[in-house]
Nanobody, 116 residues
Framework: QVQLVESGGGLVEAGGSLRLSCAAS????????MGWYRQAPGQQRGLVAS???????DYVDSVKGRFTISRDGAKTTVNLQMNSLKPDDTAVYYC??????????WGQGTQVTVSS
């Protein structure tokens, strides 16, 4: 029903920046939420940031002031600008999409590795 294509992961030194992007296609409704979760080695997957169709954002405390989530004009692409990256940010980052409160959809995940 909804497909997500992620890009932008990679290897960066501590203090560097990366920009993740996720494009949604398929059955896109006007009221929806997109965002990014991450799963570090040996850890549970948790929310990094999310953004609604109206532009309301939410961030996990550990990335506030460093990461910025945004959407394109069509509101079908979500971007995560990650600045001042830390080794603790190393994880597989997963894009997600949800129409209203219906079934969520997940991207395949993109690796972000921050070296010390």
């Amino acid at each position: 029903q909804v497909q997500l294509v992620e890009s932008g992961g990679g290897l960066v030194e501590a203090g560097g920046s990366l920009r993740l992007s996720c494009a949604a296609s398929g059955r896109i409704l006007g009221v929806n939420t997109m965002g990014w979760y991450r799963q570090a080695p040996g850890q549970q997957r948790g929310l990094v940031a999310s953004i609604t169709d109206g532009g309301d954002t939410d961030y996990v405390d550990s990335v506030k002031g460093r990461f910025t989530i945004s959407r394109d004009g069509a509101k079908t692409t979500v971007n995560l600008q990650m600045n001042s990256l830390k080794p603790d940010d190393t994880a597989v980052y997963y894009c997600y999409f949800r129409n209203y409160y219906l079934t969520p959809y997940w991207g395949q995940g993109t690796q972000v590795t921050v070296s010390s």
